[in-house]
């Protein structure tokens, strides 16, 4: 099992432009989430989703777009970059809600100028 | 919204001393858990608690759960360098989890 992989592993955007962050696993999880992490800061939710169509705001999705056609991937979407964005990406997935085990993919650090 | 305050921040240490890292939340979470992040990774899952008052220990390491489930602490005994690293406590409600900013450990030889 590859777990969670995440493409691409880093990335330079310029202001306004506009470009998806792939997420997939194989492990058959139900529940898959996105996270940024902003230097000496910890995971702030983006968006999450507890299936296959099923789609839900984080804590910080202004500016993000995600989709979810099949239970095992979960793109995730930056219309027009903004400086603000530049952070690294984590994607997750648990196979159920609650007390279970977050399975982190390796990130994708992204920096927008 | 739900916050999780760590403490301390940053820790350097010397190689064998002890160490304690708090997690406190004015909220209760229906349980805890405590990850380990090293560079260019994402965060592994080292302990889950979920009874108020529960500890458990991984090797060198113990973590308590609070007897309210408001707050966590993770203790290591005798540091090494191998346990140096980003240690985040991540609180769950629902289908989420909220992190705390985490600790930044280095242990030095």
């Known amino acids: 099992n590859a777990g969670v992989t995440q493409t691409p592993k880093f990335r330079i955007l310029k202001i306004g432009q506009s470009m998806t962050l792939q997420c997939a696993q194989d492990?058959?999880?139900?529940?898959m989430y996105w996270y940024r992490q902003d230097p000496g800061m910890g995971l702030k939710l983006i968006y999450y989703?507890?299936?296959?169509?099923?789609?839900d705001k984080g804590e910080v999705p202004n500016g993000y777009n995600v989709s979810r056609s099949t239970t095992e991937d979960f793109p995730l979407r930056l219309e027009l970059a903004a400086p603000s964005q530049t952070s690294v990406y984590f994607c997750a997935s648990s196979l159920f809600r609650g007390a279970y085990e977050q399975y982190f993919g390796p990130g994708t650090r992204l920096t927008v100028t | 919204t739900q916050l999780l305050e760590q403490s301390p921040q940053f820790l350097s240490i010397q190689e064998g001393e002890n160490l304690t890292v708090y997690c406190n939340s004015s909220s209760v979470f229906s349980s805890l858990q405590w990850y380990r992040q090293e560079p260019g990774e994402g965060p592994v899952l080292l302990v889950t608690?979920?009874?108020?008052?529960e500890v458990k220990k991984l090797k060198r390491l113990t973590f308590q759960f609070g007897d309210a489930r408001k707050d966590s602490s993770l203790h290591i005994t005798a540091a090494q360098p191998g346990d140096t690293g980003l240690y985040l406590c991540a609180g769950t409600s629902g289908s989420r989890l909220t992190f705390g900013e985490g600790t930044q450990l280095t242990v030095n030889p």
């Open positions: 492990m058959n999880h139900n529940y």
């Open positions: 989703s507890v299936g296959a169509g099923i789609t």
């Open positions: 608690v979920v009874t108020g008052g």
